[in-house]
C-alpha cells in the first residue's frame, strides 16, 4: 500500500525568506501523480502544485517550486520570497496513475504547518 | 462561481441520529468525492463518483452512504451518527479524477455527542 510521509509537523520563518517542506512516498508504482495542496485559516484546501511522475522537469508554479527525486521518492516543495498569506497547512498527497488502475484515490500526508512571520 | 457548495457548515448531532451532509458543484465535473479530516491526520477518502448514477467506496466507508443522481450533487448521508465520526468533511469535484485539481467545498464541522 501507498503511504505519503511529511516529516515536519510544523515551520516558521521569516516573511521574505526561503523555505522547504518535505515529502516523502512510498510506492512499488512507475507512473503516478504528486500535488502539494495548501489548507490556509479559512480551511479551503487549495492545490499549489502538480507533478506527473513521468516527466522529469520539477514542475513550477509562480513562487512555488518542487524538487522530485523519484529514485529517492521524495517530493519537496519550496517556496521562495515567503508572504505572509503563505500562512496555512501543506499537505502532500499521491496517486497512482488513472490508466494502470481504476481506483480513483488520492492518499495524504498527515500535513505540514507552515507560519510565515512578520 | 460557486463552485463546491457544503452546506451545512456547522452541525451538532446526538449519537443515533442521521443526517444528510449536501454537495453541489456547477462545474459539471465528473468526479466528486467525500472525505474526513480529523487532526494530524491527512484527509481520508469516505466515497466518491466518477459519473452521474456510479459511485464507489474510499478509504473509512463504513457508517456513511452516498449517492449520485445528478452530476451536480453529491449527498453524504450519516447513518447512526456516533462520536467516532466527529470530524470535517470535505467534498471535492475535478473534471475527470483526482489526478486533475480538485477544487474543494469550505468544509462542514460535524460534532456527534
Known amino acids: 500500500a501507498q503511504t505519503v510521509t511529511q516529516s515536519q509537523p510544523e515551520m516558521s520563518v521569516q516573511e521574505a525568506e526561503t523555505v522547504t517542506l518535505s515529502c516523502t512516498y512510498d510506492?512499488?508504482?512507475?507512473?503516478?501523480?504528486l500535488f502539494w495542496y495548501k489548507q490556509p485559516p479559512s480551511r479551503q484546501m487549495i492545490l499549489v502544485i502538480r507533478?506527473?511522475?513521468?516527466k522529469q522537469q520539477n514542475a513550477t508554479e509562480n513562487r512555488f517550486s518542487v524538487n522530485f527525486q523519484k529514485a529517492a521518492k521524495s517530493f519537496s516543495l519550496k517556496i521562495s520570497d515567503s508572504q505572509l498569506g503563505d500562512t496555512a497547512m501543506y499537505f502532500c498527497?499521491?496517486?497512482?496513475?488513472?490508466?494502470?488502475?481504476?481506483?480513483?484515490?488520492?492518499?495524504w500526508g498527515a500535513g505540514t504547518k507552515l507560519i510565515i512571520k512578520p | 462561481n460557486a463552485g463546491v457548495t457544503q452546506t451545512p457548515k456547522f452541525q451538532v448531532l446526538k449519537t443515533g441520529q442521521s443526517m444528510t451532509l449536501q454537495c453541489a458543484q456547477d462545474?459539471?465535473?465528473?468526479?466528486m468525492s467525500w472525505y474526513r479530516q480529523d487532526p494530524g491526520m491527512g484527509l481520508r477518502l469516505i466515497h466518491y463518483?466518477?459519473?452521474?448514477?456510479?459511485?464507489d467506496q474510499g478509504e473509512v466507508p463504513n457508517g456513511y452512504n452516498v449517492s449520485r443522481s445528478t452530476t451536480e450533487d453529491f449527498p453524504l448521508r450519516l447513518l447512526s451518527a456516533a462520536p467516532s465520526q466527529t470530524s470535517v468533511y470535505f467534498c471535492?469535484?475535478?473534471?475527470?479524477?483526482?489526478?486533475?485539481?480538485?477544487?474543494f467545498g469550505d468544509g462542514t464541522r460535524l460534532s456527534i455527542l
Open positions: 471535492a469535484s475535478s473534471y475527470a479524477g483526482p489526478h486533475q485539481p480538485q477544487h
Open positions: 507533478q506527473e511522475a513521468y
Open positions: 510506492t512499488s508504482e512507475s507512473n503516478y501523480y
Open positions: 462545474m459539471n465535473h465528473e468526479y
Open positions: 463518483s466518477v459519473g452521474a448514477g456510479i459511485t
Open positions: 498527497a499521491f496517486m497512482k496513475h488513472v490508466l494502470e488502475d481504476s481506483n480513483y484515490q488520492l492518499i
